[in-house]
């Protein structure tokens, strides 16, 4: 019988330590999500801000930051330098993604075509080479971008008008 017992108390002890250790594991994955939707959740922010901040007229502007660069006003470079800012708030939520959470989708090449974005505005490489962030791995997809040549947004809306 005091065999048994042992058997049993081993197998009790050995339940109560793997149960232990899937609670911590489940607690490190619970704070990492909070840490993540943190961090989501203060992007999402300044991401609304910047929205507000170049509301219904980005349309307006985006063309003539591309047709008629040179005659942006004041205003209008304000609400332009809030689309980039957008940009790169998205870039950052998604590599936060990966880096906290540990999704693995690729954020690279999804922040690539929001930095090509930026990128395709006359302004925006200036913008991109005086703007960098504490991220030293997007730092360095932002020097790629810069060094790529990509097709210019307003080229793609020159060749739309020419068909039409």
Do not use: H
């Not at 250790?21 to 994955?29: F, H, K, M, W």
């Not at 999804?110 to 490489?125: A, D, H, N, Y």
């Amino acid at each position: 019988m005091n065999k048994a017992q042992n058997i049993i108390q081993l197998v009790t002890s050995l339940s109560v330590l793997i149960g232990l250790g899937l609670v911590i594991y489940e607690l490190r994955q619970t704070r990492e999500l909070t840490l993540l939707q943190l961090a989501q959740g203060s992007m999402t922010e300044m991401s609304a801000e910047q929205y507000a901040i170049y509301g219904e007229s980005a349309a307006v502007v985006l063309r003539k930051a591309c047709m008629e660069p040179d005659s942006l006003t004041d205003d209008e470079l304000f609400v332009l330098d809030a689309y980039f800012r957008t940009q790169v708030f998205r870039v950052m939520r998604f590599k936060q993604q990966e880096d906290i959470a540990g999704f693995n989708w690729g954020w690279r090449s999804t922040s690539e075509s929001m930095l090509r974005r930026i990128v395709s505005f006359p302004q925006g490489k200036r913008w991109l080479t005086q703007n960098r962030l504490r991220d030293r791995e997007i730092n360095a997809l932002i020097d790629e971008v810069l060094v790529s040549e990509s097709v210019r947004s307003c080229d793609r809306i020159s060749v739309m008008k020419e068909d039409t």
